[in-house]
């Protein structure tokens, strides 16, 4: 499922972020210039951060920047960004974030099965090797769609 709503154009690699607030701007981004999100969806996602801290970063480096559907969540997506150097979201035991994964729910259901497979993913080691060592959107992509037919 991941290998079909993570376009190619969602990954990036190795992006500069100054600031954790950044690197959420930075991996949003491809979702939002593909009409996945809106600008409201976006800017959702850095008031909750304000308002509750970083409880997206949801293990060792690991973030799933996301908010309700009905602030501007078009069409179920998911990204993947690697930042080129960590940022500090202050999150005490998950610090530093080096990887982001934007996720995009139009409702409160289709993404379950979505966060089930990323779940999973995120606790097999050689999709954790990958994430760090992939050089192109095309290697992560082709990994996604091996691993899925092997599932």
Request: with cysteine.
């Given at each position: 499922?991941?290998?079909?709503?993570?376009?190619?154009?969602?990954?990036?690699?190795d992006?500069?972020?100054?600031?954790?607030?950044?690197?959420?701007?930075?991996?949003?981004?491809?979702?939002?210039?593909?009409?996945?999100?809106?600008?409201?969806?976006?800017?959702?996602?850095?008031?909750?951060?304000?308002?509750?801290?970083?409880?997206?970063?949801?293990?060792?480096?690991?973030?799933?920047?996301?908010?309700?559907?009905?602030?501007?969540?078009?069409?179920?997506?998911?990204?993947?960004?690697?930042?080129?150097?960590?940022?500090?979201?202050?999150?005490?035991?998950?610090?530093?974030?080096?990887?982001?994964?934007?996720l995009?729910?139009?409702?409160?259901?289709?993404?379950?099965?979505?966060?089930?497979?990323?779940?999973?993913?995120?606790?097999?080691?050689?999709?954790?090797?990958?994430?760090?060592?992939?050089?192109?959107?095309?290697?992560?992509?082709?990994?996604?769609?091996?691993?899925?037919?092997?599932?």
């Amino acid at each position: 499922m991941l290998s079909q709503l993570m376009k190619k154009n969602y990954i990036q690699l190795d992006k500069a972020a100054l600031s954790f607030k950044d690197a959420i701007k930075i991996a949003v981004e491809p979702l939002l210039l593909d009409g996945a999100i809106t600008e409201a969806y976006e800017n959702e996602i850095l008031k909750i951060y304000d308002n509750t801290g970083p409880y997206i970063v949801i293990t060792k480096h690991i973030c799933l920047p996301h908010a309700p559907s009905e602030n501007g969540a078009k069409k179920l997506a998911i990204g993947f960004t690697r930042l080129k150097s960590p940022v500090i979201s202050g999150h005490v035991s998950n610090d530093p974030v080096k990887f982001l994964f934007p996720l995009s729910a139009p409702d409160n259901d289709s993404h379950i099965a979505v966060l089930a497979e990323l779940a999973e993913l995120l606790s097999n080691q050689k999709f954790l090797n990958l994430i760090e060592e992939v050089q192109t959107p095309e290697e992560m992509f082709s990994f996604l769609e091996n691993y899925e037919k092997e599932m």
